[in-house]
Every structure is written in C-alpha cells, then in structure tokens.
C-alpha cells in the first residue's frame, strides 16, 4: 500500500500533524515523549524532510500546542489532541 504524502512546507500543517503523531505515543514519564517517537514516523513515514520538522516544532511550540524540553530530546503535549488537528 503507498502511504500519502502531504505538503508539509506549512509549518502549521506539519505542526497539526507532528502533535497527531504525538497524541499516538505512549508517555514515558510525566507526560514525556521522546523525539524520536515523533521524528522517525514523520520523517520516514510521512516523507517530510528535516527543515519541515524543526518548522512543525516550532510553530506547535509557539502556539503553546508542545512543549520541548530544552535539551531537545523530548516533547510533551501541552493541550489535548483532539483540539489540535481539527481543521481551523
């Protein structure tokens, strides 16, 4: 089956879909989760490049949607998922 791709040249789009992803994983401590659990399918899965990861985080960050951790090693969802992906 070929997996869809979408334009993530938005940083809104890549953001809306950088916190699906997120919403799918499975905390590991206080809400963390690691970066790579959110890199790897969206990069590799998704085929988005790099430059439209670090736009995704940053336009989630700056809208309050992550919250990355200043190490940059993991991000936590700051609202619920469901509020986040829906078309707006």
């Known amino acids: 089956m070929k997996k869809l791709t979408t334009d993530y040249a938005n ?4 953001a809306r879909k950088l916190v ?3 919403g799918g994983v499975e905390p590991v ?3 963390r989760i690691y970066i790579e659990r959110i890199n790897a399918p969206f990069l590799f899965e998704h ?3 790099g430059s439209e990861f670090a736009a995704g985080i940053r336009f989630a960050v700056e809208r309050g949607w992550l919250e990355l951790h200043e190490s940059g090693t993991f991000v936590r969802l700051k609202k619920p998922r469901e509020d986040l ?3 707006g």
């Open 11 to 14: 940083p809104e789009t890549a």
């Open 20 to 22: 699906e992803i997120a």
């Open 29 to 31: 401590q206080d809400g």
């Open 47 to 49: 085929k988005a490049k």
């Open 85 to 87: 992906t829906a078309p």
